[in-house]
C-alpha cells in the first residue's frame, strides 16, 4: 500500500473547525475509496467518513454527519476532512486509510496502508 500521512491536528477549542489532510506519495489505482477513522483513550477505532475516488459517494458516521465533510484533490493524491463545530467528544487520534477489500465503508477491517494518526484535542 501507498504510505499514507495525515496532518492538521492540533489543539483546538470547542467549536473550531480544523481542516486534517491525508497525502499519497502518488495516485493509487484500483484502490478508490479512502477513508478516516479516529480512536480516542480507551475506546476502539471507529469508522468517520469515507469517500470514493470521484468524490461521488461519501459517508459518514452519524455522530460526525453535517459537521465534518470529506473531500479529495482532482488528482486524487490527497483527502482532507473539514471539522466544523468540534466537541470535547471529538478529541482522539485521527487516521487515514485505503480501503483494499470489498465491505461497507465503515468497515475498518476492510481498510488497508494505514497512516500514523494525527492528535485531535478538543478542549472545552
Known amino acids: 500500500q501507498v504510505p499514507l500521512v495525515e496532518s492538521g491536528g492540533g489543539l483546538v477549542q470547542a467549536g473550531g473547525s480544523p481542516r486534517l489532510s491525508c497525502a499519497a506519495s502518488?495516485?493509487?489505482?484500483?484502490?478508490?475509496?479512502r477513508g478516516w477513522f479516529r480512536q480516542a483513550p480507551g475506546k476502539e477505532r471507529e469508522f468517520v467518513a469515507a469517500?470514493?475516488?470521484?468524490?461521488?459517494?461519501?459517508d459518514y458516521q452519524d455522530s460526525v454527519k453535517g459537521r465534518f465533510t470529506i473531500s479529495r484533490d482532482n488528482a486524487g493524491n490527497t483527502v482532507y476532512l473539514q471539522m466544523n463545530s468540534l466537541k470535547p467528544e471529538d478529541t482522539a487520534v485521527y487516521y487515514c486509510?485505503?480501503?483494499?477489500?470489498?465491505?461497507?465503508?465503515?468497515?475498518?477491517?476492510?481498510?488497508?496502508?494505514w497512516g500514523q494518526g494525527t492528535q485531535v484535542t478538543v478542549s472545552s
Open positions: 486509510a485505503t480501503k483494499i477489500l470489498s465491505g461497507t465503508y465503515s468497515d475498518l477491517r476492510t481498510y488497508g496502508g
Open positions: 502518488r495516485r493509487t489505482f484500483g484502490t478508490p475509496v
Open positions: 469517500i470514493t475516488w470521484d468524490g461521488g459517494i461519501t
